[in-house]
């Protein structure tokens, strides 16, 4: 089982946390990349790099064939596949074995029973794991499933028995919405992982979500390495993650732990896992699934215990016996994780893409991250670009910490969720360990989007004046010229007068707020300012003529709205629909010439890893479709057109 060259058959920050491990342990790396990844920091991290395909997934990371060949052409002797793709996938796992190579996970059939959620319940239910009620039976039909929904009770969740991540997930407040459910989770489940076998389960109502780590050896040996707690959620994905959790206690550590390793030893495991349940106000847990695989938020269990998981990982795929036995396994502070994404939140968490423009990790925290400055963030993978981790002696240190980290990490170039995840950090229920599942839709069920305060503005309106200086006069002979700038942010605008002064600028917002503003330093995409008395820095970086700024961990894209770009810009409200990013149409659901509501889905776009709906923007008659299924469109490519119903009227 010995093997000295380890290709990741992945790629991202998971790609290089990986090799960082491998490295120090001696071995050699591969890495893997599609086109869209040649110049990706994976690829320049690993000793060789073989490419396999085009961009999108299935003809490249997904392309199994494509992955052996890389590991023969670059005489590699084991393969990790890290988290996602093929990770927990059984028939990977086989062609691993079948071409001589060390597979670094469990053997191909724990992966095969524990990735598929129904097959799984039966098996946890025989070793006596608690387990949510619900229907797992090998009838898929849909009145089948109706009737089954009807006699667990509602609310209820529909979901996907192959994969993870909230895809192929629904939940069904009641009888009424169960059809639906089960017709849209099923149509994701195929698209995302080719089979769209579904269970019912009875939602259990504002649970937290608690996992355990356990780990197995193949000499018999298993232990856990305690829980972490994933509750606070958006779309089924988790966005907080911490170890230990807030509520639980020794006792039920133990008794958790108990139950995950009773999991996995069902099951004859070997290597690294995560056993997930919920957790309920109660004190009861509920066997909920099981990841045969390392976990996107395994930082936080290495922070407490000390231990490398990746390295533990290479040890027990190599023969070796688990390093320690159950009451060696101490836990030390606490630890806490956030995930950033390439995501607008407040536009209902949309994947973005584009161009980084400035990243600058903090230094004072954990940032695991694939990312580099001046690299494309494409449609084709997950909008996961780093992970933000940081421990404490305690809870509220740790979260203190990972505040304070958070804050000095700089994202610009394109949407993305850091704001987001402050506000979460910042919130009071979260601060005193009070969240559940339930906490985004409790306390951010409407998200607003955040407008710049005066000295952003003011800063925003000094910046972009200094950038196009060539094209202005600051000064004539007796008195400074006042520049007046239209300055756009989002939907916003604001009329600003910059006049150059004796000790810096100042800057008239509108016709009633004057703000003074003093620039003390200006280099490598930073700032440091003075405004009302008081001295900050501010990070940027500029697109063209597009100005990206983060002050005080509050990021915004701010321009100068000229006369051309008045000229260019698109009439608003003509009904024409067109895609947010680039992505595969996997559905069109209306013609030309159909009449249609407002908010009917008119098409499906897949990007991302998920699927978005274009809706009729009103009342109307469909003009034109513009796109056939299995199309892959490039952003803001038109979709579809409709004629409001007032406006067909008018004519």
């Known amino acids: 089982m010995a093997f000295s060259k380890v290709l990741i058959a992945n790629r991202g920050e998971i ?10 342990m001696g071995y050699r790396t591969v890495a893997v990349y599609s086109a869209a990844d040649a110049d990706a920091p994976h690829v320049q991290m690993a000793d060789q790099a073989v490419c396999i395909g085009p961009a999108p997934v299935a003809a490249s990371y997904l392309n199994v064939e494509a992955i052996l060949e890389a590991a023969d052409r670059s005489g590699a002797d084991a393969v990790h596949p890290g988290y996602g793709f093929l990770a927990e996938n059984a028939d990977f796992a086989r062609a691993c074995a079948a071409a001589g190579l060390t597979f670094i996970g469990p053997s191909p059939q724990a992966i095969e029973l524990m990735g598929n959620k129904r097959l799984a319940k039966l098996r946890m239910a025989e070793a006596e794991v608690p387990c949510v009620p619900g229907y797992n039976g090998a009838d898929q039909d849909d009145a089948v499933l109706l009737a089954s929904g009807e006699k667990i009770g509602f609310p209820l969740m529909v979901k996907a028995a192959a994969g993870g991540g909230g895809r192929g997930m629904r939940l069904v407040p009641d009888p009424g919405a169960l059809s639906a459910a089960i017709s849209g989770a099923r149509s994701e489940a195929e698209n995302a992982f080719g089979s769209g076998e579904l269970i019912l389960e009875k939602a259990v109502v504002e649970p937290r979500h608690v996992e355990i780590q356990v780990f197995a050896d193949a000499h018999g040996n298993c232990v856990h390495l305690g829980e972490r707690d994933c509750s606070v959620q958006r779309r089924h994905q988790k966005v907080v993650e911490e170890a230990p959790s807030p ?11 108990e139950a995950a390793v009773a999991a996995a030893q069902a099951i004859e495991y070997v290597g690294a896992g995560t056993v997930e349940f919920l957790l309920g106000a109660d004190g009861s847990f ?27 990982q290479l040890d027990v795929a190599a023969g070796d016996v688990l390093p320690l036995t159950q009451d060696a396994i101490g836990f030390d502070g606490h630890a806490m994780e956030v995930r950033l994404y390439a995501e607008d939140p407040y536009a209902e968490f949309l994947p973005q893409t584009g161009t980084v423009a400035a990243w600058r990790p903090s230094v004072e925290v954990r940032v695991d991250t694939g990312i580099a400055e001046g690299q494309e963030i494409s449609p084709f993978y997950d909008p996961m670009v780093a992970k933000v981790i940081a421990h404490g002696r305690n809870r509220e240190e740790a979260r203190r910490r990972l505040l304070r980290g958070l804050e000095d990490t700089v994202l610009l170039g394109l949407p993305n969720n850091r704001g987001f995840l402050l506000q979460v950090l910042r919130h009071p229920a979260f601060a005193e360990g009070a969240a559940t599942t339930a906490f985004i839709a409790k306390y951010f069920p409407d998200l607003q989007r955040p407008q710049p305060d005066a000295a952003a503005r003011a800063l925003a309106a000094v910046l972009l ?14 008195s400074p010229i006042v520049v007046a700038i239209d300055l756009r942010f989002g939907e916003e605008q604001c009329l600003c007068r910059v006049a150059p002064a004796e000790a810096g600028y100042q800057v008239s917002l509108g016709a009633d707020e004057l703000v003074e503003l003093e620039l003390l330093s200006v280099a490598d995409g930073r700032v440091r300012f003075r405004c009302a008395g008081v001295q900050q820095w501010a990070s940027f970086a500029f697109e063209g003529n597009d100005l990206h700024l983060d002050l005080a961990g509050a990021g915004n894209r701010f321009f100068e709205f000229t006369p051309e770009l008045a000229a260019a810009r698109e009439k608003a409200g003509d009904g024409r629909l067109i895609a947010p990013m680039a992505g595969r149409i996997v559905s069109v659901r209306a013609g030309p010439g159909e009449t249609v509501a407002k908010g009917q889905i008119l098409v499906i776009l897949e990007a991302m890893k998920m699927e978005h709906e274009i809706k009729a923007p009103a009342d109307g008659v469909v003009k034109l479709i513009g796109v056939a299924e299995g199309d892959q469109v490039d952003p803001r490519q038109m979709l579809a057109e409709v004629t409001a119903a007032d406006a067909e009227a008018a004519e």
Not at 247 to 257: E, N, P, T
Not at 465 to 472: K, L, T, V
């Open 286 to 312: 509920y066997f909920l699934e099981m990841n045969t695989r390392l976990q996107v938020e395994h930082p936080v269990t290495e922070m407490i215990t000390g231990l490398d998981l990746v390295a533990w």
């Open 465 to 478: 004046y200094r950038h196009s200086a060539q094209d202005r006069v600051a000064w004539r002979s007796a």
């Open 15 to 24: 790609a290089c946390r990986i090799m960082r491990t491998a490295h120090h």
């Open 247 to 257: 509520v639980v206690d020794a006792g039920l550590r133990a008794a958790m732990g």
